[in-house]
């Protein structure tokens, strides 16, 4: 098993990961999102914990991402392009684009980037101006991995960090 340390931000131990848990249409579909940046974690934990008046805690765990890679339906994202952008935003429409997919990666849609995406969404910017904005910035990374079988056959919960 050749594995990677990935967290998930939040306000709570999550030992044993839910993949349909949360909210559906969310930038890669309802499933279980982790980061490799333990920055980005620790960002999403702080941003949760102060709506919810409650700790921010930095969930870490192993994943076997080659596993994955090699035996499930996966769509991966390298960079804040066309494909991403039709993506996330058919995401975002409620489309369920992503329910052909077992796990999905690529960057997120967050405070660098939304604009730039809500502004296409609602037809003030057209797709090459959206683009070439996009393109400016390096992606962070977001995987989500949207089946059940997968979190428990490949992602190993290694303990909790605080902030």
Same mark, same amino acid.
């Given at each position: 098993?050749?594995?990677?340390? !990935?967290?998930?931000?939040?306000? &709570?131990?999550? &030992?044993? @990961?839910?993949?349909? $848990?949360?909210? +559906?249409?969310?930038? $890669?579909?309802?499933?279980f999102? !982790?980061?490799?940046?333990?920055?980005?974690?620790?960002? *999403?934990?702080?941003?949760?914990?102060? +709506? +919810?008046?409650?700790a @921010? /805690? %930095?969930?870490r765990?192993?994943?076997?991402?080659?596993? %994955?890679?090699?035996? =499930?339906?996966?769509?991966? $994202?390298t =960079?804040?392009?066309?494909? *991403?952008?039709? $993506?996330?935003?058919?995401?975002?429409?409620?489309?369920?684009?992503a329910?052909?997919?077992?796990?999905i990666?690529?960057g997120? =849609?967050?405070?660098?980037? !939304?604009?730039? !995406?809500?502004?296409?969404?609602?037809g003030?910017?057209? &797709?090459?101006? =959206?683009?070439? +904005?996009?393109?400016?910035?390096? @992606?962070?990374?977001?995987?989500? %991995?949207?089946?059940?079988?997968l /979190?428990?056959?490949?992602?190993?919960f290694?303990?909790?960090?605080?902030?």
């Amino acid at each position: 098993m050749s594995d990677m340390i !990935v967290y998930h931000g939040g306000t &709570e131990k999550v &030992e044993h @990961p839910v993949c349909k $848990f949360g909210r +559906r249409n969310l930038d $890669f579909g309802q499933g279980f999102y !982790v980061t490799g940046i333990r920055k980005q974690a620790a960002d *999403w934990a702080t941003l949760v914990a102060d +709506r +919810r008046k409650a700790a @921010p /805690i %930095i969930n870490r765990y192993h994943l076997d991402r080659d596993a %994955i890679l090699h035996e =499930a339906r996966c769509k991966v $994202f390298t =960079a804040y392009d066309k494909d *991403w952008l039709q $993506f996330i935003v058919a995401s975002r429409r409620g489309e369920q684009v992503a329910e052909s997919y077992d796990y999905i990666e690529g960057g997120v =849609a967050n405070d660098r980037v !939304v604009d730039t !995406v809500n502004l296409y969404m609602a037809g003030l910017m057209d &797709e090459n101006t =959206a683009l070439l +904005r996009l393109s400016q910035h390096q @992606p962070n990374n977001q995987m989500c %991995i949207l089946s059940q079988e997968l /979190i428990d056959k490949y992602l190993v919960f290694d303990g909790t960090e605080t902030i």
